[in-house]
């Protein structure tokens, strides 16, 4: 009898234990959700990971942008030589090498711009100007020389002025809305030079490349 009933006392605390720690697992728990929760409503952590994250501003967003294009532009200025050395139209070769001097210009104005802002002028990897950029070597790769690789070439060209654009135009209005007037001004010179280059870009294809482009393959 009393080695039956130390059995059942046994078993008892195991079971208590047991019940005490799976209510302490539980209670663990929904503290972990509530944090979470409570945390998302206030914006605070990420919908993707889960993991908390600081508050960013318009001046961090501002940053974002400007790191991502300075990548960009660095990229850029080691694919125009190679796209111009591909190039057989002297007209496309002088225009991407012009390009290619305004961009390192672009840079330049890109480290005051960070300057102006009192940060560190650094890129952030843009795997968008890394897809334009490898479609353009995908064209030299596949496309025999003539007018035909021209024009794929400057599509290619036109294909990142206008993600160029697109990015000066925000970091343009976001510098204007949080007052960075330098910023303002040195962007908008750079946007400048792109809408003149791809419109350069675009009277090449179509007044000569488009229509030699099509000769060639009939």
């Known amino acids: 009898m009393r080695v039956r009933r130390r059995v059942r ?63 960009a532009e660095r990229q850029i200025l080691k694919a125009l030589p190679k796209l111009a050395k591909a190039s057989e139209n002297e007209d496309l070769k002088t225009a991407l090498l012009h390009h290619r001097e305004e961009t390192q210009g672009q840079v330049e104005r890109l480290q005051k711009a960070f300057e102006a802002l009192g940060k560190r002028a650094r890129g952030q990897t843009c795997e968008a100007i890394n897809g334009l950029i490898e479609e353009g070597e995908e064209i030299v790769e596949e496309i025999q020389e003539g007018a035909v690789r021209d024009a794929g070439i400057v599509a290619s060209a036109q294909a990142v002025e206008h993600y160029e654009m697109a990015r000066y135009g925000t970091i343009i209005a976001w510098a204007k809305a949080v007052g960075a007037n330098d910023v303002v001004k040195l962007m908008q010179e750079t946007l400048e030079e792109e809408k003149k280059a791809d419109s350069t870009l675009n009277q090449l294809a179509t007044r000569t490349l488009n229509q030699e482009a099509v000769k060639q393959a009939a």
Request: glycine content about 4%; hydrophobic content about 40%; aromatic content about 4%.
């Open 9 to 71: 006392n046994a078993a008892r605390v195991r079971n208590a234990v047991l019940h005490t720690c799976i209510c302490t697992a539980r209670a663990e728990r929904h503290r972990e959700v509530a944090v979470i929760r409570d945390a998302r409503h206030s914006g605070r952590v990420s919908k993707r990971t889960g993991t908390a994250m600081p508050q960013k501003t318009m001046n961090d967003l501002l940053l974002m942008m400007m790191q991502d294009v300075y990548y």
